[in-house]
Structure formats: structure tokens, C-alpha cells
T-cell receptor, first 113, second 117 residues
């Protein structure tokens, strides 16, 4: 019940295209849903995050869509660039667990020039 | 913004020795820090939650006697891998949250690549 399931495992997108990564969760107590970007050999960096009281959040080329009833959320990267090539992780956390993050399995994104 | 510094970035040690990894919050005080482990091409797995001034809370399956965590101050947590073996080779990452931020913004360190030979 604490799992966060992420798909696809890998994704290849042409430069300028839209990258879409999906996550699903079971625990309705989750109240914070961040996305992290990780480059090889580096720690994850927070990209964008959303709370369940909103259905969408946009920051630059990155958008989170959140469907509370379906218990799903997704990351959309518009106008994907080769520099976006990295591994992306969705995550979830909830206050009563001290804020610890549960991570999805990760998606390796490759943006082809 | 919040910065978490992790050292060393890479370490190679001999089997049977111990290795200490430091995690520091540079511009904020962190009462809680988290330690993760990541194998190649896999996700981050939470190992333990480090609480300043008290014992760490370990996730199920993590040997607390092997992975010693000390959170002696509000800006420093250390992870010591004791009697390291090749199977302990992994990427270890810490994270901390700036309590002054209204969201849950966790900042991660840059990670430590441990290789046990």
C-alpha cells in the first residue's frame, strides 16, 4: 500500500516533443507528490511538486497533472531538450510518517536531437 | 536555497573496514535527515531516518548494527558502514528538509559512491 508505481521504465523522445511519465499510488494518506530529476552520479534534484488539493501545476516546461480519484499523477515535459535526458523519479509522502519519501521505480528519459 | 553537502563523493575501501559518510545542511538546521541507498539503474530505497539527539529509525531489513547513524547536531548526520563487504557497494544519498519552507521541499546531497574491494 505504500508503493508508488511508475511507468514507463524508459522513454525516448525527439527534441521538441512532449515527454510524459506516469505514476500511481494506493495510499490515500499521501499528501505531497514531488518529481525529482537525477543525472548520473548525482543526487536527485526537486523538479516540481503538487498537493492533492490541486489538479495541475505548471512551472516553465514542466507540468504535473494530478487525478485524485484515480490516484494517479503524471509529469509532462513540453518542448523536450537533450539536456532533459536524465532519470526521473516520482515520489509521495505524508505528514504522519515524518515526511519520508516513497519513490517510484524511475524513468530513464533520452531526448534525441 | 537549501543546500545539503555530502562527503566524500567517492570512496574505495577494503573489505572488512569501516567507512564514514557525512551529510551536512549548510544554510539551515535539520532535525531530521534521511539516508537512502541506490543500486545502479534502480530507485532510491530509504534506509533510515536520522533524528537529531535521538536514535535513528531504520527501515525493515536494514541492519542497524551495520549501518550506524549519528545525528549529533542540527546540521550534521553521519552514516558509518561497518565491516564493509563488496555487497555494500552502492550509491548512498542523504536528504534533509528545511523546516522554514512551507512545502515539504527535501534537498538531497550529491551522493557517495562506495566501492568495497
Amino acid at each position: 500500500q505504500q508503493q508508488v508505481k511508475q511507468s514507463p521504465q524508459s522513454l525516448i523522445v525527439q527534441k521538441g516533443g512532449i515527454s510524459i511519465i506516469n505514476c500511481a499510488y494506493e495510499n490515500t494518506a499521501f499528501d505531497y507528490f514531488p518529481w525529482y530529476q537525477q543525472f548520473p552520479g548525482k543526487g536527485p534534484a526537486l523538479l516540481i511538486a503538487i498537493r492533492p488539493d490541486v489538479s495541475e501545476k505548471k512551472e516553465g516546461r514542466f507540468t504535473i497533472s494530478f487525478n485524485k480519484s484515480a490516484k494517479q499523477f503524471s509529469l509532462h515535459i513540453m518542448d523536450s531538450q537533450p539536456g532533459d535526458s536524465a532519470t526521473y523519479f516520482c515520489a509521495a509522502s505524508w505528514r504522519n510518517q515524518g515526511g519520508k519519501l516513497i519513490f517510484g521505480q524511475g524513468t530513464e528519459l533520452s531526448v534525441k536531437p | 536555497g537549501a543546500v545539503v553537502s555530502q562527503h566524500p563523493s567517492r570512496v574505495i575501501c577494503k573489505s572488512g573496514t569501516s567507512v564514514k559518510i557525512e551529510c551536512r545542511s549548510l544554510d539551515f538546521q535539520a532535525t531530521t535527515m534521511f539516508w537512502y541507498r541506490q543500486f545502479p539503474k534502480q530507485s532510491l530505497m530509504l534506509m533510515a531516518t536520522s533524528n537529531e539527539g535521538s536514535k535513528a529509525t531504520y527501515e525493515q531489513g536494514v541492519e542497524k548494527d551495520k549501518f550506524l547513524i549519528n545525528h549529533a547536531s542540527l546540521t550534521l548526520s553521519t552514516l558509518t558502514v561497518t565491516s564493509a563487504h563488496p555487497e555494500d557497494s552502492s550509491f548512498y544519498i542523504c536528504s534533509a528538509r528545511d523546516p522554514s519552507q512551507t512545502n515539504y521541499g527535501y534537498t538531497f546531497g550529491s551522493g557517495t559512491r562506495l566501492t568495497v574491494v
